[in-house]
């Protein structure tokens, strides 16, 4: 089994501005930043915001390298956009790494990591700026998943603890 291994919080430079405030990637990859060891790996990415809590925004893959990918012109609009929708917390990136092995990168397993964590993602942020796989799915399970809150039976209950299931409804 491979063990991919998570790594960050790593900060997201911003700007205050007239108009609210920008994000800043020039030195993100500079040789003495904290995030400079990942810049030539692979893996999946994820640009968050911390305020009170985690808020997932975008969730990506790098099959070539970090450095490449994570800050591509499309990826830094939608940083953007999902950023604006908050005047407070500090814009952060993780970053869920493919273990240094011989041979191929398993692209593969990056993008079941990818469509997990976009699922995942948009669990908690229906806003998350994906669209690939982000969209939920047409069913629930009254009292455990995508249901909306209120009393719950022991069942439901019993299988939200059994799955692991943390996300509301």
């Known amino acids: 089994m491979t063990s991919f291994i998570a790594h960050g919080p790593f900060k997201l430079e911003y700007e205050k501005r007239n108009g609210g405030r920008t994000l800043q990637f020039d030195k993100f990859w500079d040789e003495h930043s904290e995030a400079y060891h990942l810049a030539g790996k692979t893996g999946c990415y994820i640009f968050a915001m911390r305020n009170r809590a985690l808020i997932p925004i975008y969730v990506g893959k790098a099959t ?4 490449q ?14 950023f604006s929708q908050y005047a407070k917390g500090t814009p952060v990136m993780y970053f869920v790494v493919h273990p240094d092995q011989r041979g191929r990168t398993n692209t593969h397993q990056i993008g079941q990591i990818e469509e997990f964590l976009i699922q995942a993602g948009a669990a908690r942020n229906p806003d998350i700026q994906n669209v690939k796989g982000a969209q939920q799915p047409d069913w629930k399970i009254k009292g455990v998943i995508r249901s909306g809150i209120g009393k719950r039976s022991s069942a439901e209950a019993d299988l939200r603890k059994l799955f692991d299931i943390r996300s509301p409804g």
Not at 64 to 67: A, D, G, M, T, W
Not at 69 to 82: Q, S
Request: aromatic fraction near 16%; charged fraction near 35%.
């Open 69 to 82: 990918e994570a800050f591509n012109p499309t990826n830094k609009h939608k940083y953007h956009d999902g």
């Open 64 to 67: 070539r390298s970090f450095k």
